[in-house]
């Protein structure tokens, strides 16, 4: 079983602070994605990487930046939070399977709120 | 640009009926097709997929279909149970076989189903 980890299920930060949010998988996929998840908008994407020390811009990358230096690891930096980035931020990955690398799978979650 | 919407925002249905949840999209690229259910506090979990080839998919209680020409696909829940109820995604894919999409994924914005006992 494909397991994703996130290290925390709830955060609460101050407005300024710089937040890390780490994830890692344990099923050497080389593809990992950030999303947050808000009512009425789907999941959105923020930033995926595809490989070691890679990272491509997704859909709402402003206000953020990541980090991937090890494969199973993928890192969503907050440079300077603010109250509109309370959200559930959602980590996955994928890779190959069957000729395909689209099934992504996701953990479980963090919860963070900017007060 | 919304290319994929779920019109629905939410679903009920009693339970031992059938669920219907709808999707429409818009970029004819697409080419591999996923549903993810997602209960409150939990990440989304991966429930079944639909390459463009073919037009119906099934896994015991659930089953999609596609049609392609009318950019539209659905996810069929037979008979409904109680702990169906969650948040549904569909989700899109654009030629990641042999491509170099690196597996990336458009969601919907999800309907949230109601089955009552």
């Known amino acids: 079983d494909v397991k994703v980890t996130q290290s925390s299920r709830y955060l609460v930060k101050r407005t300024g602070e710089k937040v890390f949010l780490e994830c890692v998988q344990d099923?050497?996929?080389?593809?990992m994605f950030w999303y947050r998840q808000d009512p009425g908008l789907g999941l959105r994407l923020i930033y995926f990487?595809?490989?070691?020390?890679?990272?491509e811009k997704g859909d709402i990358p402003e206000g953020y930046s990541v980090s991937r230096e090890k494969k199973e690891r993928f890192s969503l930096i907050l440079e300077s939070a603010s109250t509109n980035q309370t959200s559930m931020y959602l980590c996955?990955?994928?890779?190959?399977?069957?000729?395909?690398?689209?099934?992504?799978?996701f953990g479980p979650g963090t919860r963070l709120t900017v007060l | 640009d919304q290319q994929v919407k779920q019109n629905s925002p939410s679903l009920s249905v009693q339970e031992g009926r059938i669920s219907i949840l709808n999707c429409d999209y818009t970029?004819?690229?697409?080419?591999?097709f996923l549903w993810y259910k997602k209960y409150p506090a939990e990440g989304p979990t991966f429930l079944i997929s639909?390459?463009?080839?073919?037009d119906k998919n099934e896994d015991g209680r659930f089953t999609v279909f596609l049609n392609k020409s009318a950019k539209h696909l659905s996810l069929h829940i037979v008979p409904s149970q109680p702990g169906d109820s969650a948040v549904y995604f569909c989700?899109?894919?654009?030629?990641?076989?042999?491509?170099?999409?690196?597996?990336?994924?458009?969601f919907g914005q999800g309907t949230i189903l109601t089955v009552h006992p």
């Open positions: 996955a990955s994928s890779g190959p399977d069957r000729g395909r690398t689209d099934t992504q799978y």
């Open positions: 099923m050497d996929h080389e593809n």
């Open positions: 990487s595809y490989d070691v020390k890679m990272k």
């Open positions: 970029n004819s690229m697409f080419d591999y």
């Open positions: 639909i390459s463009s080839i073919k």
């Open positions: 989700a899109a894919s654009e030629g990641s076989a042999g491509g170099t999409s690196y597996g990336k994924l458009t």
